[in-house]
């Protein structure tokens, strides 16, 4: 089974900055099969990103999916306020079909 | 827009059957070849997805839930439902319905339903 690990779990950044999040997987997986998404406190997950890169409808390009290999990114440039959340991948197609990874928090330093 | 609204008991005892309904709106379920999931997150914790539906009835279920799990579907209301039996306190938790196609991640959500595994 294709296990997803996030780093850091904690990221401590401010407004204007430039964030880079990870997530490993365990072993080589499709990258059309990997997605992130944003959660927001109190709110339902949002799409960011599919496919490893390429954006949702509504979502800035600030917001960019890179992956090499097993290690996929999520760079975030240009920091708003707004931005600030818990960020997960996903990973479709091992078992069971559809896991996440377990999240990296982006706070405000 | 699509909408998902999910609806259902928020407090239920432990060894009963926890029962939840998403009522999709904006869009037929039955268009587009999407699969419909049910995906849960204990307080403080991470997102697990439980199970999934087509509009054919086809489902798919997470091994870890599958023996206490089932989602079915009533095209002609537009809206899916997820049974999940024999309910511990580990069963508290958020649960979103979603929609969602292979490649595409899960791209329009309900805005969540706390439920409560207590006596």
């Known amino acids: 089974d294709i296990v997803l690990t996030q780093s850091p779990g904690t990221l401590s950044l401010s407004p204007g900055e430039t964030a880079t999040l990870s997530c490993r997987a365990s072993?080589?997986?499709?990258?059309?099969?990997l997605a992130w998404y944003q959660q927001r406190p109190g709110q339902a997950p949002r799409l960011l990103l599919y496919s490893a890169s390429i954006r949702a409808p509504g979502i800035p390009d600030r917001f960019r999916g890179s992956y090499s290999g097993t290690d996929f990114t999520l760079t975030i440039s240009r920091l708003e306020p707004e931005d600030f959340a818990v960020f997960y991948c996903q990973h479709y197609g091992g078992s069971p079909l559809y896991s996440f990874g377990p999240g990296t928090t982006l706070e405000i330093k | 827009q699509l909408q998902l609204q999910e609806s259902g008991s928020g407090l239920v005892r432990p060894s009963q059957t926890l029962s939840l309904t998403c009522s999709v709106s904006?869009?037929?379920?039955?268009?587009?070849?999407?699969?419909w999931s049910w995906i849960r997150q204990p307080p403080g914790k991470g997102l697990e997805w439980i199970g999934y539906?087509?509009?054919?009835?086809?489902?798919d279920y997470n091994p870890s839930l599958k023996s206490r799990v089932t989602i079915s579907v009533d095209n002609s209301k537009n809206e899916f439902s997820l049974k999940l039996s024999s309910v511990t306190a580990a069963d508290t938790a958020v649960y979103y319905c979603?929609?969602?196609?292979?490649?595409?991640?899960?791209?329009?959500w309900g805005q969540g339903a706390l439920v409560t595994v207590s006596s």
């Open positions: 904006g869009g037929s379920i039955e268009s587009g070849g999407y699969s």
């Open positions: 979603a929609r969602g196609f292979l490649t595409s991640g899960f791209d329009f």
């Open positions: 072993q080589s997986l499709n990258s059309a099969y």
């Open positions: 539906i087509y509009s054919s009835g086809s489902s």
